[in-house]
């Protein structure tokens, strides 16, 4: 029996074989599909290569800054317009709670004998023309307690209105950072199907030469078919935040489509007791509270002002026929409260005084929980982004090569190839799914203490 060996010239992308010594024809048949299968396997290994760089959409749009968008949505958003609008109206208020009460001007005419105007008015000595006015005296500091209160609810639609632009804000920030990883996604899915689809390709030229079988050729379809489910999914998560950004930033749903800018971790420089302290100076929702009792404590004196008596002066004067002299005359009187609405009044505003300061009491205890839940988060998220990028993927990439070699070296099966594939490609999308959280609690966290991040 005669041995064959086996010689390939590889010239560019072409491929050529070459029997030095012949034996038997199954020897030769045996060697070309050694060869076949050598060299389809060595074709794909360049183009193998893991995750390098950031995935981002494909689009020739170039990136919108999120400050940018920020300060779009301050300019152009609806709902801070409008709150805006309700605190400068409230500002008006005060001048108006703190005013005098209207004065009354009348004029008089009797006549006698007919009811025409001015009738009998030469020949009668009953007949009279007069003028007069008249005006309600408030309590002596009542009308500058009505401006006060007036005043301090002016100062909680401030913050309402400031609590308004941060939840937008917020809204904004929230939807940038879930499309960045959306587009981030996109990329990665894209670029990881090319790779699946080139680890398709050895595993079919294995099984036409008899060392791989039909089931992994299966697989790997199998599993370009889920990731184009990931790839249709994703886009229609894109097109949903998309519409929400338009919305928020004013913009028209066929105005050309925001573009983020990759994701990278910010640091997060503050303890938890120093943001728990920004909490009552810096919260709106916190501060709008605190004007509120406020309000109602300045409400509960003006209930007791209100026992006090009101005041009307008034003043007329009357001209009569011309032999008569004109008559002045001047009244003076006192308005009495009800004290039976009035108690009923203080009632009412003791207890809304009360609900008002349990209301500041659960609204700071909510927003403290919710900073130091937040805060956790934050820190929680730092330890698994360090893991990820450390430890997990980099250890995933290696073996995911090392199975590579294996299996082109026969020496692995292709269910532990894909399962380290699969490993690379979910590692590094839990890692951006991990990064945009991480910067989604930050968000949030600005709008709690209203502390500002690099």
């Given at each position: 029996?005669?041995s ?12 050529t074989?070459?029997?030095?010594a012949?034996g ?6 045996t060697?070309l599909?050694l060869?076949v299968?050598r060299?389809?396997?060595?074709e794909?290994?360049p183009?193998l290569?893991?995750r390098?760089?950031?995935?981002t959409a494909?689009?020739s749009a170039?990136a919108?800054?999120?400050?940018d968008?920020?300060?779009?949505a ?7 317009a409008?709150?805006?609008?309700g605190?400068?109206a409230?500002t ?5 709670a703190?005013?005098f009460p209207?004065?009354?001007?009348s004029?008089?005419?009797f ?10 008015f030469s ?5 009279y023309?007069?003028i007069?006015?008249s005006?309600d005296?408030?309590?002596?500091g009542r009308?500058?307690?009505r401006?006060r209160?007036?005043?301090l609810?002016?100062?909680s ?6 609590a ?8 904004i920030?929230?939807a940038?950072?879930?499309l960045?990883?959306?587009?981030q ?5 894209e670029?990881?199907d090319q790779l699946?689809?080139q680890?398709?390709?050895?595993a079919e030229?294995?099984?036409r030469?008899?060392?791989?079988n ?5 697989r790997?379809?199998?599993q370009?078919?889920k ?6 999914t994703?886009?229609?998560?894109q ?5 929400q950004l ?5 913009r028209?749903?066929?105005s050309?489509?925001?573009v983020?800018?990759p994701l990278t971790?910010?640091?997060l420089l503050y303890t938890d007791?120093q943001?728990l302290?920004r ?15 406020q309000?109602?404590e300045a409400q509960?004196e003006l209930?007791?002002k209100d026992?006090r008596p009101?005041?009307?002066a ?6 009569t026929?011309s ?12 308005r ?7 108690k009923a009044?203080?009632?009412e505003?003791?207890e809304?005084?009360?609900?008002a300061?349990?209301?500041?009491e ?5 927003t403290l929980?919710e900073?130091q839940?937040?805060y956790?988060?934050?820190r929680?998220?730092?330890?698994r982004l360090?893991?990820y990028?450390g430890?997990?993927?980099p250890?995933?990439?290696?073996t995911?090569?090392a199975?590579?070699?294996?299996y082109?070296a026969?020496r692995q099966?292709?269910?532990t ?10 590692l590094?999308l839990?890692y951006?799914?991990e990064l945009?959280?991480?910067?989604s609690?930050l968000a949030r966290?600005?709008?709690?203490t209203?502390v500002t991040?690099p």
């Amino acid at each position: 029996m005669k041995s064959g060996i086996c010689h390939r010239h590889l010239s560019g992308r072409f491929l050529t074989f070459q029997v030095v010594a012949l034996g038997s024809s199954a020897a030769i048949f045996t060697c070309l599909l050694l060869l076949v299968s050598r060299a389809a396997a060595q074709e794909a290994i360049p183009a193998l290569s893991l995750r390098s760089q950031v995935g981002t959409a494909r689009t020739s749009a170039p990136a919108s800054p999120l400050p940018d968008l920020v300060k779009e949505a301050e300019r152009n958003n609806p709902e801070i317009a409008a709150a805006l609008h309700g605190w400068q109206a409230a500002t008006h208020v005060p001048k108006q709670a703190a005013a005098f009460p209207e004065t009354q001007v009348s004029v008089q005419q009797f006549n006698v004998g007919s009811p025409r105007p001015f009738a009998g008015f030469s020949n009668s000595d009953f007949a009279y023309i007069g003028i007069g006015a008249s005006q309600d005296l408030p309590w002596p500091g009542r009308r500058a307690l009505r401006g006060r209160v007036a005043e301090l609810e002016a100062s909680s639609l401030r913050e309402d209105s400031e609590a308004v632009r941060r939840r937008v804000i917020e809204a904004i920030r929230l939807a940038y950072f879930r499309l960045a990883y959306a587009q981030q996604a996109l990329g990665i899915l894209e670029r990881n199907d090319q790779l699946l689809n080139q680890i398709q390709q050895i595993a079919e030229a294995r099984y036409r030469v008899g060392q791989g079988n039909q089931q992994d050729v299966l697989r790997a379809q199998l599993q370009h078919t889920k990731i184009l489910e990931a790839i249709a999914t994703n886009r229609q998560e894109q097109g949903q935040l998309q519409a929400q950004l338009k919305q928020i930033l004013n913009r028209p749903q066929t105005s050309p489509d925001v573009v983020a800018e990759p994701l990278t971790p910010t640091f997060l420089l503050y303890t938890d007791a120093q943001l728990l302290e920004r909490v009552l100076n810096q919260n709106p929702d916190v501060r709008a509270r605190q004007q509120l009792v406020q309000r109602q404590e300045a409400q509960v004196e003006l209930a007791h002002k209100d026992f006090r008596p009101d005041f009307m002066a008034s003043y007329m004067y009357q001209h009569t026929a011309s032999q008569f002299r004109d008559y002045y005359m001047a009244t003076f009187g006192i308005r009495l409260p009800n004290r039976g609405r009035q108690k009923a009044e203080l009632a009412e505003a003791v207890e809304n005084r009360e609900r008002a300061k349990r209301e500041l009491e659960a609204e700071l205890q909510q927003t403290l929980a919710e900073v130091q839940r937040q805060y956790v988060l934050i820190r929680q998220s730092e330890e698994r982004l360090n893991i990820y990028k450390g430890g997990l993927i980099p250890q995933a990439e290696a073996t995911f090569r090392a199975g590579m070699a294996a299996y082109q070296a026969n020496r692995q099966d292709f269910e532990t190839l894909l399962s380290n594939f699969l490993d690379v490609l979910n590692l590094d999308l839990d890692y951006r799914r991990e990064l945009a959280e991480h910067e989604s609690a930050l968000a949030r966290l600005e709008r709690l203490t209203g502390v500002t991040l690099p």
